[in-house]
């Protein structure tokens, strides 16, 4: 069995320990000692990383009561070495992880949900949970955990007796062997848990709740605690104040600001859609009665309004009718229709020819393909002479 220093002391940055073992894995090595402050990974926690001997730990785990430490050289047994876990990331951690059990003990306490999921990531905490929560009640929450903060409780560990614990209430999500260790939050939480834990709620700094969805029956939430959501509140601020100065706007009132620019936004659509129609209808109005066949090449017009372009030309033509909407650089879109010829011959050849991809009915085909307007006006008069 591995002494476990990270349970004697959390806090632990350095220790020193005796290599008991080496065993090749791979391209690395696990290394084996008497004690370890590393905590490996469990409880949807990642193993502990840092240095060992001056070799760089990649993860740590755990089998059978023994911890291994990743290295990619070899350590002799009976060698003496220290290690130093990388402290910003485990006191991250801990901060996440005493902040999902009082986001998960709050959330017990009023909802009677179980904490069925929870992943600790590099990035961000998820919690699932077996009931729905919606917005108002994760903002209700989230305002009680952080006053939980403000509080100061202490966050306490021990090892229950069998009896004791036959008595004892507390959240697990699954079922415990031997001696079960308790975190205990006063008024908050009491769960069975084996991380890390900061020794007083205040400690973890900032708990946000960034983010509710639906999930296998319950929801998923979102929490950032500590460092982490202290970045996100400055990556915000930033965020709030480029806002701000583009929309010449005070901070508060970017949102207003945003809506009032979609507002304009919609209607300037709205009117180009309303002149694009009426160019297209200018446009087709000046084809001859009776054309055999006609293609146009346009920069820019949405699928809609393309369609309605070849059937009013589709109107005029005996032939083939055509639109292409797009460059040289990015590629074209295409439609291709005609009320007296099955145009899907057409369309599989310039498909062939150009890189494209497409189809549709005799009387109407669309689809996208790479080439110059030069090499497609080309194809185009050998496939329609009379263009």
Not at 36 to 57: I, R, Y
Not at 67 to 82: E, L
Not at 305 to 334: K, M, P, Q, S
Not at 364 to 379: D, N, P
């Amino acid at each position: 069995m591995t002494r476990k220093l990270y349970y004697e002391n959390s806090y632990q940055k350095e220790f020193t320990a005796v290599v008991t073992g080496c065993q090749p894995l791979a391209d690395t090595f696990r290394i084996y000692l008497d004690q370890t402050a590393f905590f490996p990974e469990g409880g949807g926690q990642s193993g502990d990383t840092g240095l060992l001997g001056g070799l760089e730990v990649l993860d740590t785990q755990e089998e059978k009561g023994l911890i291994w430490h990743c290295t990619r050289q070899a350590i002799a047994p009976g060698t003496q070495v220290t290690g130093q876990i990388d402290w910003q990331k485990r006191f991250d951690r801990m901060q996440q992880h005493s902040g999902e059990h009082i986001v998960s003990g709050l959330v017990h306490k009023h909802f009677r949900y179980n904490n069925v999921g929870f992943h600790l990531g590099e990035t961000e905490v998820t919690l699932d949970f077996d009931g729905p929560i919606t917005k108002k009640e994760l903002l209700e929450i989230e305002q009680e955990a952080n006053r939980a903060l403000w509080d100061n409780r202490p966050i306490e560990i021990t090892y229950p007796s069998k009896k004791t614990l036959t008595e004892l209430k507390y959240r697990s999500k699954i079922a415990i062997e031997g001696q079960v260790r308790i975190v205990t939050i006063p008024g908050i939480d009491v769960c069975a848990c084996c991380a890390p834990h900061v020794k007083q709620t205040g400690e973890i700094g900032l708990i946000k709740l960034t983010s509710v969805q639906s999930h296998r029956g319950g929801v998923r939430v979102c929490l950032l605690a500590g460092a982490r959501a202290l970045a996100d509140y400055e990556e915000k601020e930033q965020n709030a104040k480029a806002i701000s100065a583009l929309l010449s706007v005070k901070e508060k009132d970017t949102a207003k600001a945003a809506e009032h620019l979609k507002q304009e936004n919609y209607s300037l659509t709205g009117q180009i859609l309303q002149l694009k129609k009426a160019l297209i209808q200018q446009k087709a109005a000046a084809v001859p009665e009776g054309s055999k066949n006609i293609i146009f090449f346009e920069q820019d017009l949405d699928a809609a309004t393309a369609r309605e372009f070849v059937n009013l030309l589709t109107i005029r033509c005996t032939g083939t009718a055509g639109v292409f909407i797009g460059n040289d650089e990015t590629g074209y879109r295409y439609i291709l229709g005609s009320s007296s010829e099955d145009v899907r011959p057409l369309c599989r050849r310039l498909n062939d020819a150009f890189q494209g991809k497409g189809g549709g009915k005799p009387e109407m085909v669309q689809g996208s393909l790479h080439g110059t307007r030069k090499a497609l006006e080309a194809a185009l008069a050998q496939c329609l002479p009379s263009l």
